[in-house]
């Protein structure tokens, strides 16, 4: 491998890392403060960032065997790793998302939430806004690299980051509508997540479908 070559799979590979603590550390306050300040929001958002970890976790793996790969200089190996990584993610994303609707689900038919309370604690907006302006940073951060690396893993997983913002956008509003009275926001936005998760998972399956078996597919039409 080239000394330009080995720079970039080392800032691909920091980037990974780099969201693996940060997620780790985004989970435990999500869950925790989720629990204690009775939001079935936070705790859904915490939920997702678990499996965000998941993600990462899949993306050093691919980083790992594309980089293995290309060290045996095997053509073409990279994308296939890419592509069944992204697969597996998209996968995990679908079913998280199902059953985080599903609870959710569940618990609108209650007057309570998940801890059997009807009121969010104010810790929660506290820590949904904190997640909001991380995955940003998260985002930003990722995407820099992903430009720079020409990674469609990293690229892909920076676009997660940025709806991972979004999606605790939607925590931190349910937490704010639960705050002001209306205590079903809150569980209502446990449900949005859930979809966005699902809806994700879905997007990044199909389109990496598309990229990997379609390319193949139209080619003789000379694209
Ligand atoms: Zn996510």
Do not use: C
């Amino acid at each position: 491998m080239s000394e330009h070559g080995r720079e970039k799979r080392d800032a691909a590979f920091k980037a990974a890392q780099v969201s693996v603590l940060l997620n780790a550390a985004l989970m435990t306050m999500q869950i925790t403060i989720g629990w204690l300040a009775y939001s079935d929001g936070l705790l859904a958002d915490g939920v997702h960032t678990l499996t965000d970890l998941a993600a990462d976790g899949m993306v050093l793996a691919v980083l790992r065997l594309s980089a293995t790969a290309a060290h045996r200089s095997i053509n073409g190996q990279d994308d296939r790793y890419e592509t069944i990584g992204s697969l597996l993610i998209s996968l995990l994303l679908i079913a998280t998302g199902m059953e985080t609707l599903w609870s959710s689900l569940a618990h609108m038919t209650t007057a309570t939430n998940v801890a059997g309370a009807s009121t969010v604690h104010a810790s929660a907006l506290v820590v949904a806004v904190f997640a909001i302006a991380a995955k940003e940073g998260l985002f930003r951060y990722i995407m820099s690299v992903a430009q720079r690396t020409r990674s469609t893993i990293l690229v892909a997983s920076a676009w997660h980051a940025r709806s991972d913002a979004i999606s605790a956008l939607v925590a931190a509003a349910g937490i704010l509508g639960s705050m002001a009275g209306v205590a079903i926001s809150d569980r209502l936005a446990a449900a949005v997540i859930g979809v966005m998760i699902a809806r994700m998972g879905f997007n990044l399956g199909w389109k990496t479908f598309k990229d990997s078996f379609g390319r193949t597919a139209s080619e003789p039409a000379g694209h």
